[in-house]
């Protein structure tokens, strides 16, 4: 969506897309309109939340094999 409003090819506003979800952040690409910096912004919050919750899960997980052994 922020790619369509920056006029950014589909491969462009999947990498971007990428990058700022996972926070890397390398500043090749950057929204110049508002409503494009707002998405941004939207997509590092929901790449940051979804990354604490991969993690929760995965040490929920881990957890859960480690009790298990120890019986």
Same mark, same amino acid.
């Given at each position: 969506? &922020?790619?369509?409003?920056?006029?950014?090819?589909?491969?462009?506003?999947?990498?971007?897309?990428?990058?700022?979800? =996972? *926070? +890397?952040?390398? %500043?090749?690409? &950057?929204?110049? *309109?508002? +409503?494009?910096?707002? =998405? &941004? +912004? @939207? +997509?590092?919050?929901?790449?940051?939340?979804? *990354? @604490?919750?991969? &993690?929760?899960?995965?040490?929920?997980? =881990? *957890? @859960?094999?480690?009790? %298990?052994?120890?019986?």
């Amino acid at each position: 969506m &922020a790619g369509l409003r920056e006029g950014w090819s589909l491969q462009e506003s999947v990498y971007f897309s990428f990058v700022s979800g =996972l *926070t +890397i952040g390398y %500043g090749d690409f &950057a929204p110049k *309109t508002l +409503i494009g910096r707002a =998405l &941004a +912004i @939207a +997509i590092g919050v929901c790449g940051v939340l979804v *990354t @604490a919750l991969v &993690a929760a899960v995965v040490v929920k997980a =881990l *957890t @859960a094999v480690q009790r %298990g052994s120890d019986e």
